[in-house]
């Protein structure tokens, strides 16, 4: 029985994972010809939220008709639970020793769990900065740039999208730009 | 017999209970993607670090094997008789054309997520997984999307 549990809480190597992502996007389709993305969800949210005379017309639109991606997004939450609670490694991501050093560089210590504490330390006022400031960047670039790594990324490119590849590499050269230069020197001043 | 699914706002008792159905694979479906996206270490904000600094193949081969995977069962998907469950052709809906959009909502989106390591997909995964102060994350992400439904019609295309 413990062994059992060993291979549910094990992490999955990337070229069985992979495939396993790849197959949400013909799942969807064939579900009901929907177009696989989650950063919708955040425009949902917004449309429900917000009343009626101070909408955008942006939010003005049939969210009922959505509610499939409100149930896709309520899944992941209840998958994160059973996954990432319920069965979560005990042991820490293995990362390469590059990718070791240079976490540690940042001021974080490689320990078990998704997320590390140092960055989700609300006695520091800095990661309040850090986190607030990158949901909006998230939240206002999926929106603006039309989707996110689910949409562009793994739902365009399978499905030939040209703007899909412009966006994936624009994620990225974002991503890089800010991982390498802005979170170390965020970093210095937050730790 | 009167056909009473062809009156707007009231359905035939098999449909309403079909798509409550249909619901509910879409939160099965959500609920195999977010097992995933915990089991492929795509959640974990250490490899996205790596990956953003090209230490290690996971990520890339993560995402091509998942591109791969999804182009050819689509293709294949698009080139069968198969229906989609509801009963429709399967027909994929096009990006809307350009690249201005593309290339700045992208790159804004690309600073956020590797400012926090956290892309939409598992900020609703790290939520159920109890990592609380993403929450942070998820209020400010509404506010973001907020601004955009604000600003959308004086930003570039």
Redesign the interface.
Same mark, same amino acid.
């Given at each position: 029985m413990t062994e059992v549990f060993d291979v549910l809480r094990s992490p999955l190597p990337w070229y069985v994972a992979g495939p396993l992502i790849g197959l949400t996007v013909p799942l969807l389709l064939w579900l009901g010809n929907k177009g696989f993305g989650i950063s919708a969800n955040l425009r949902h949210v917004c449309a429900i939220l917000l009343p009626e005379r101070a909408k955008p017309g942006f939010f003005r639109y049939d969210w009922r008709a959505e509610r499939w991606n409100l149930m896709f997004a309520a899944g992941l939450i209840l998958g994160g639970f059973i996954a990432g609670a319920l069965l979560a490694n005990p042991q820490s991501t293995p990362l390469s020793s590059a990718g070791v050093q240079s976490v540690q560089a940042l001021g974080v210590q490689v320990r078990p769990g998704l997320v590390p504490t140092e960055l989700t330390d609300l006695s520091n006022p800095g990661v309040w900065v850090l986190l607030a400031v990158s949901g909006l960047l998230v939240g206002f670039g999926t929106r603006y740039g039309g989707g996110c790594t689910s949409g562009h990324a793994i739902t365009g490119l399978s499905t030939l999208q040209g703007p899909s590849l412009i966006a994936t590499v624009s994620f990225f050269a974002g991503g890089i730009l800010s991982a390498n230069l802005l979170l170390p020197l965020l970093m210095a001043v937050i730790r | 017999m009167t056909r009473t699914s062809n009156i707007p706002g009231v359905h035939a008792p098999v449909s309403s209970r079909r798509a409550a159905t249909?619901?509910?694979?879409?939160?099965?479906?959500?609920?195999?993607? *977010?097992? !995933?996206?915990?089991?492929?270490?795509? =959640?974990?904000?250490?490899?996205?670090?790596?990956?953003?600094?090209f230490?290690?193949?996971?990520?890339f081969?993560?995402?091509?094997?998942?591109?791969? @995977?999804?182009?050819i @069962?689509?293709a294949?998907?698009r080139r069968s008789s198969?229906n989609?469950?509801?009963g429709?052709a399967?027909?994929? @809906?096009?990006?809307?054309?350009?690249?201005r959009?593309?290339?700045?909502?992208?790159?804004?989106? *690309?600073? $956020?997520? $590797?400012? =926090?390591?956290?892309?939409?997909?598992?900020?609703?995964?790290?939520? *159920? =997984?109890?990592?609380?102060?993403?929450l942070? !994350?998820?209020?400010? =992400?509404?506010?973001? @999307?907020?601004?955009?439904?604000?600003l959308?019609d004086r930003?570039p295309h």
């Open positions: - | 249909g619901l509910l694979l879409y939160l099965l479906a959500g609920l195999y993607f *977010g097992v !995933v996206l915990v089991k492929s270490e795509a =959640a974990s904000w250490y490899r996205i670090q790596e990956m953003f600094r230490e290690s193949f996971h990520m081969g993560l995402m091509g094997s998942a591109v791969l @995977t999804g182009m @069962t689509t294949w998907l198969v989609s469950w509801d429709q399967i027909r994929i @809906t096009d990006k809307e054309k350009g690249w959009r593309y290339v700045f909502g992208g790159l804004t989106f *690309g600073v $956020g997520w $590797g400012l =926090a390591g956290i892309c939409p997909g598992p900020l609703f995964v790290l939520l *159920g =997984a109890g990592v609380w102060p993403i942070i !994350v998820l209020v400010f =992400a509404l506010l973001g @999307t907020y601004l955009y439904g604000v959308k930003l």
